[in-house]
């Protein structure tokens, strides 16, 4: 168990959600390793709080595919597959394309006004160093995507999915050498969808989650070395 885990202290949300915040960044940043066991008692006292918001926070984690449950070993930190991760993008490059295809017909001038934003923000942020800043800055160009279908099903579908990836697209973006391409892509969408061209954005999409799913393959492969 890591020596050091200090709350992200946040005064809106409720406890559970800030130990939650904090023990995802931990597994994401590696300070909690895959196969490490979740101590309900341990990080309760380690994070100065009850087990209770601990057990919920464990619960939301698994929901995310960060931690699993062993019978009679209780918690842990969840290693990443092939498989899981394979599942998880397939629904996601499927869902994707069926998204981009929809914003090609319903997108408004604000909501192209608003990923146009989206995809500069994202530029902006890999010259940051800051990965967390930066997935929040992809999770924010999809969004916009998603929120321009104007079907609020998928859009439900896509933020549950969008949990369950996290993590991928964390390992992905810590490789600085995927950024150009990233980049790339993001303006062959908006360009794309701003000339409402469904088979060209439907192509670039499918390229983009499987660049995503084909770097994590690799990473995935390495730890296990």
Do not use: W
Request: net charge negative; glycine share 4%.
């Amino acid at each position: 168990m890591m020596d050091d885990l200090e709350l992200n202290m946040n005064a809106y949300l409720p406890l559970r959600d800030v130990v939650f915040s904090t023990l995802r960044e931990a597994i994401l940043k590696g300070e909690l390793k895959p196969g490490e066991r979740l101590m309900e008692l341990q990080l309760a006292e380690k994070m100065g709080v009850s087990r209770t918001p601990i057990r919920e926070a464990i619960r939301m984690l698994e929901q995310e595919g960060l931690a699993v449950t062993i019978p009679r070993r209780g918690a842990q930190v969840a290693g990443m597959t092939e498989k899981d991760m394979e599942d998880a993008l397939e629904i996601r490059a499927a869902l994707d394309e069926l998204a981009v295809q929809l914003a090609c017909d319903a997108i408004t001038e604000d909501q192209l006004k608003q990923l146009k934003q989206a995809m500069k923000n994202f530029e902006e942020s890999t010259r940051s160093g800051d990965v967390k800043r930066i997935a929040e800055a992809d999770v924010e160009f999809h969004d916009a995507i998603y929120t321009a279908t104007g079907n609020e099903k998928l859009v439900s579908m896509l933020n549950n999915l969008r949990e369950q990836v996290y993590r991928y697209r964390v390992e992905y973006l810590k490789d600085e050498k995927s950024y150009p391409s990233l980049i790339e892509e993001h303006e062959e969408l908006y360009a794309g969808i701003e000339k409402h061209d469904k088979e060209h954005v439907s192509q670039v999409m499918k390229r983009h989650v499987e660049n995503q799913a084909e770097a994590v393959k690799n990473i995935i492969r390495k730890q296990k070395i």
